[in-house]
């Protein structure tokens, strides 16, 4: 009985927390707080959208919470839920379908289920001349037409073409894909030139970027993407960065000039050049809103954005007071940035946790997980926004 006891208890060992880094919707600010609701369902990996947010527990069930206009939450009306009693997606449980990735946009939700299928649902667009052509009144849902979803609706798109879809990312108006063969698909708006087709055009459906065949056909090929408000980046096997859409704050890496969005726009695939460096091979890329962080194969981190950087920078994480710089799990959003080393420290840059810190490495602060998260070690992160959620892990 002891036996099987320790064994459930070892089993439900992972924790949800949540804060902000303003007030919002009664989430506390600047100091994380456990989501009681989930210390019996082993949630394995967390989004944080700018209004809404999802939850995958270990057995492929997806939750949602947050505001609830246009159905994002998939529960089939607009109604808001709760951080401290999020809801399950019971379209997905009642019909035994696994979910293994979630995203979050402005209006929409995207899934990624265990079967390499593709969901979406919330807002689709409006009607009109003027909503929908001009100021680009569309959704991101990819079913081809305006419709809004309150529900999960599966996008018949990738039905037809030989490839699994093995990777979702999503921005503010925006979605893509990428295939098991390194097809890059995208679609939604396309303000700001956000779907990398070469222009500002908008699509209902998904659409393959020509430029990222192109790339293949040198010897190259994408093996992630990431998303975040308007632009996309898109790391290659043989360690290049490639990113399209908005830059307008050096959020994609590619140099800016006078800081206006249109102005700043990237249309299309465009390579990043690495400060004072020729070639640096990358290993991990994460997008957020205004910023983006790299890993290098040598475990160096790298930032842009804000209008501080333009163009990636080395941070210096050399220290002489036995900090580890053996970065595990990283993240950045609207005006910070988050390392999480081996020892489960947080190096913090900008208003993301409040208290003081006695440590300063190049402008981040450090603040130990242990006491943030009650022992847990970070699992998993999202803090694309201005909602910070962590997944630990918990010896109990």
């Not at 052509?133 to 999960?152: C, N, R, S, T, Y």
């Amino acid at each position: 009985m002891n036996g099987l006891h320790n064994f459930s208890k070892r089993f439900f060992s992972k924790r949800i927390y949540l804060w902000g880094s303003a007030s919002r919707a009664n989430v506390r600010k600047g100091n994380p707080a456990k989501v009681d609701f989930f210390d019996d369902k082993n949630p394995k990996k967390i989004f944080t959208g700018p209004r809404h947010s999802t939850v995958i527990t270990d057995d492929g069930s997806l939750y949602t919470f947050g505001s609830g206009n246009w159905g994002v939450l998939g529960h089939g009306d607009e109604t808001s839920v709760n951080h401290k009693e999020p809801k399950k997606v019971e379209f997905f449980a009642n019909r035994g379908i696994k979910v293994i990735d979630s995203k979050a946009g402005r209006y929409h939700t995207l899934v990624l289920t265990e079967d390499n299928e593709v969901y979406t649902w919330g807002y689709g667009g409006k009607e009109g001349y003027f909503s929908w052509m001009v100021a680009q009144e569309v959704g991101a849902l990819g079913h081809g037409d305006k419709k809004p979803f309150f529900i999960p609706r599966k996008v018949k798109f990738f039905d037809d073409i030989e490839s699994k879809v093995v990777q979702i990312a999503a921005g503010m108006y925006h979605c893509a894909a990428l295939t098991e063969d390194g097809q890059l698909y995208t679609w939604g708006r396309g303000n700001f030139g956000v779907l990398g087709i070469g222009d500002n055009s908008y699509s209902l459906e998904p659409l393959l970027n020509e430029d990222v065949e192109y790339l293949k056909q040198e010897g190259m090929s994408p093996i992630k993407i990431d998303s975040a408000d308007d632009y996309t980046s898109v790391l290659m096997d043989n360690g290049e960065v490639y990113g399209f859409g908005k830059n307008d704050r050096g959020q994609i890496g590619c140099g800016a000039g006078i800081g206006i969005d249109f102005q700043e726009s990237i249309p299309v695939p465009t390579h990043l050049e690495w400060d004072g460096e020729e070639s640096v091979p990358m290993e991990d890329v994460y997008c957020g809103q205004n910023t983006t962080l790299f890993k290098d194969d040598e475990g160096n981190m790298w930032k842009t954005g804000l209008r501080l950087d333009y163009t990636p920078k080395m941070i210096n994480l050399e220290n002489e007071d036995g900090v580890s710089t053996n970065i595990t799990t990283f993240g950045c959003g609207t005006k910070h940035y988050c390392l999480v080393n081996d020892d489960n420290q947080l190096l913090v840059w900008g208003n993301m946790i409040s208290g003081k810190s006695s440590i300063d490495i190049s402008g981040f602060k450090l603040y130990d997980g242990d006491t943030l998260f009650n022992g847990g070690k970070v699992a998993n992160m999202s803090i694309k926004y201005g909602l910070m959620g962590v997944v630990t892990d918990h010896d109990d």
